[in-house]
């Protein structure tokens, strides 16, 4: 089975400042990943899908790239409204499931 | 757009067995390419897949479930259930049901709660 591995686990960052989550796939998936972020009590949403398009809605200070075993999330600027906690998800065709990496929370430094 | 909403009882007791069913709406599941997936987030923790199934009927299941899971379909309502079986607390968690497929739609999630 494929493994995600995300790092970091945790991430201090502060309003305006630029970060950066990596995810690393045990073997190679193309570019079937996307990256969730979730809010305390809410379902995962889906920020971007295909390892870099952007979801529609999703502001475009995110963005996503990578393929093969190294995928990267950014947030190019940090707001407020995103202190979360992030997931990368790989889409298993065969059998059908989505495997998660274990989230990476991002709070306020 | 494709939207998935999960519903079933908040609350089971231990030993008895779970059942949420996911209903989907926005699209048909007898029409689309892809599978239909159960998922669930322990309290406080990550997301584990447990189970996928095909509009024929074809299933998957997490290989650390297998033995208590079932998941069906019912095209005639646009459905699909989970049915997890001798539950204890350590299933007490949020379920989701999603499209598994390279940008999923996912439900609100539901919470629930083994405890007698």
């Known amino acids: 089975d494929i493994q995600l591995t995300q790092s970091p686990s945790f991430l201090s960052a502060s309003v305006g400042d630029r970060v950066t989550i990596t995810c690393r796939a045990s073997?190679?998936?193309?570019?079937?990943l996307a990256w969730y972020q979730q809010k305390p009590g809410k379902a995962p949403k889906l920020l971007i899908y295909?390892?870099?398009t952007l979801q529609s809605g999703v502001p475009s200070r995110f963005s996503g790239s990578g393929s093969g075993t190294e995928f990267t999330l950014t947030i190019s600027s940090l707001q407020p409204e995103d202190f979360a906690t992030y997931y990368c998800?790989?889409?298993?065709?065969?059998?059908?499931?989505?495997?998660f990496g274990g989230g990476t929370k991002v709070e306020i430094k | 757009q494709l939207q998935l909403q999960e519903s079933g009882p908040g609350l089971v007791k231990p030993s008895e067995t779970l059942s949420l069913t996911c209903t989907v709406s926005g699209g048909s599941i007898s029409s689309s390419s892809y599978y239909w997936g159960w998922i669930r987030q322990p309290p406080g923790k990550g997301l584990e897949w447990i189970g996928s199934i095909y509009y024929s009927g074809s299933t998957y299941y997490n290989p650390s479930l297998k033995s208590r899971v079932t998941i069906s379909v019912d095209t005639s309502k646009n459905q699909f259930s989970l049915k997890l079986s001798s539950v204890t607390a350590a299933d007490t968690a949020v379920y989701y049901c999603?499209?598994?497929?390279?940008?999923?739609?996912w439900g609100q999630g539901t919470l629930v709660t083994v405890s007698s």
């Open positions: 073997q190679g998936i193309s570019s079937y």
């Open positions: 295909a390892a870099s």
């Open positions: 998800q790989q889409l298993n065709s065969y059998p059908p499931r989505l495997t």
């Open positions: 999603a499209s598994v497929d390279s940008a999923p739609a």
